[in-house]
């Protein structure tokens, strides 16, 4: 069975960085196309980044890019997101997901209906 756990949310002072790290288990990392999606208080879950399982491709928001960068490590089973710049508006549970190659339409990276496996969320607080 497939697992993800994040880890590396916490509390930063606005203009800091946060790198937040999601690992898996039970299956073949390089088999999984890897996203970061996130959820703040009151509101839907959104995208924040995602990356294809050969490293070739990413893909972030808008309200994220060239703040944000998404990185996997093949040999630690790991996906990563270095959050720099962070905003208030950036507060929220951060959730990594995994979409197998396998069933993946290669190009709907943005729809949480791609990914098949979820981990639990990390909170990221942001403070002003």
């Known amino acids: 069975q497939v697992q993800l756990v994040e880890s590396g949310g916490g509390l930063v002072q606005a203009g800091g960085s946060l790198r937040v790290s999601c690992g898996v288990s039970?299956?073949?990392?390089?088999?999984?196309?890897m996203g970061w999606f996130r959820q703040s208080p009151g509101k839907e879950r959104e995208f924040v980044a995602a990356i294809s399982w050969n490293g070739d491709r990413k893909f972030y928001a808008a309200s994220v890019k060239g703040r944000f960068t998404i990185s996997r490590d093949d040999a630690e089973n790991t996906v990563y997101l270095q959050m720099n710049s962070l905003k208030p508006e950036d507060t929220a549970v951060y959730y990594c997901?995994?979409?197998?190659?396998?069933?993946?339409?290669?190009?709907?990276?943005?729809?949480?209906?791609?990914?098949?496996?979820w981990g639990q969320g990390t909170q990221v607080t942001v403070s002003s």
């Open positions: 997901a995994a979409d197998p190659v396998y069933t993946s339409t290669g190009s709907r990276y943005a729809d949480e209906s791609e990914y098949n496996y």
């Open positions: 039970g299956g073949r990392f390089n088999n999984y196309n």
